[in-house]
């Protein structure tokens, strides 16, 4: 398996796991406390009616409008916040438009019975800010994915620059080449011993770095 598979798995079961133990928790917990299997199962169903729009938006964003919209092709962006302010405001209609005579629980305030439409904002305004945590959530994880993606792609492109600059320095570094280095060094002597002997050192660490330091860095 590919390390970028394997990582991708491991994401992916983490992430099941982690929306499973926050779909279970709360009813476990629960029924820890009171040893009622039915009390457990009534928070089961109460919080996943809350959970489960929080998971499909999440899975919506993480799985396909960030990958294919806010990181996809320039200019598709725009999409990923219509479609996300659409949905948004598409389900709290839905979900919170008054539909008759509003119930209330039995618990409470007596305050908010009397302001039920500061009630009904702030109910609306935290709904409102666990879905946008979760949309955030998707867009961080996708973005530390890419963003690991991309070292990825540099350090590997690195790699073979690095791999072609040799293999074509290694064909350099043939007879032909060395007789006639050698031959202007022999040359330069006569010349300009000086830079005679700075060719030679130049060759010299040519050389070492093709046939030492080219092995170390291609292991």
């Known amino acids: 398996m590919q390390p970028t598979s394997r990582r991708n798995l491991i994401l992916n079961t983490t992430q099941i796991?982690?929306?499973?133990?926050?779909?279970?928790?709360?009813?476990?917990?629960?029924?820890?406390?009171?040893?009622?299997?039915?009390?457990?199962?009534?928070?089961?169903?109460?919080?996943?009616?809350?959970l489960v729009p929080l998971f499909i938006l999440y899975c919506l964003n993480y799985y396909y409008l960030v990958p294919h919209f806010l990181?996809?092709?320039?200019?598709?962006?725009?999409?990923?916040?219509?479609?996300?302010?659409?949905?948004?405001?598409?389900?709290?209609?839905?979900?919170?438009?008054?539909?008759?005579?509003?119930?209330?629980p039995e618990d409470m305030d007596p305050f908010w019975i009397k302001n039920i439409w500061a009630y009904q904002v702030i109910t609306v305004l935290s709904s409102l800010f666990l879905d946008v945590l979760v949309i955030l959530l998707a867009v961080g994880l996708r973005y530390v994915m890419r963003t690991n993606e991309a070292l990825r792609e540099a350090e590997e492109e690195r790699r073979k620059t690095?791999?072609?600059?040799?293999?074509?320095?290694?064909?350099?570094?043939?007879?032909?080449?060395?007789?006639?280095?050698?031959?202007?060094?022999?040359s330069l002597t006569q010349i300009d011993p000086d830079r005679a002997q700075e060719s030679i050192g130049q060759l010299s660490d040519t050389l070492r770095y093709a046939l030492y330091d080219t092995d170390v860095i291609s292991r």
Do not use: D
């Open 17 to 50: 796991v982690v929306w499973a133990g926050v779909f279970l928790v709360p009813a476990l917990v629960s029924g820890t406390m009171t040893s009622s299997f039915h009390q457990a199962w009534m928070v089961f169903r109460t919080s996943s009616r809350i």
């Open 71 to 104: 990181y996809g092709e320039k200019g598709k962006a725009k999409w990923f916040y219509i479609v996300n302010a659409v949905l948004l405001i598409g389900w709290h209609v839905y979900h919170f438009w008054p539909h008759g005579h509003p119930s209330f």
């Open 162 to 186: 690095a791999e072609a600059e040799l293999t074509w320095l290694k064909h350099q570094l043939n007879p032909h080449f060395l007789f006639n280095t050698l031959n202007n060094i022999s």
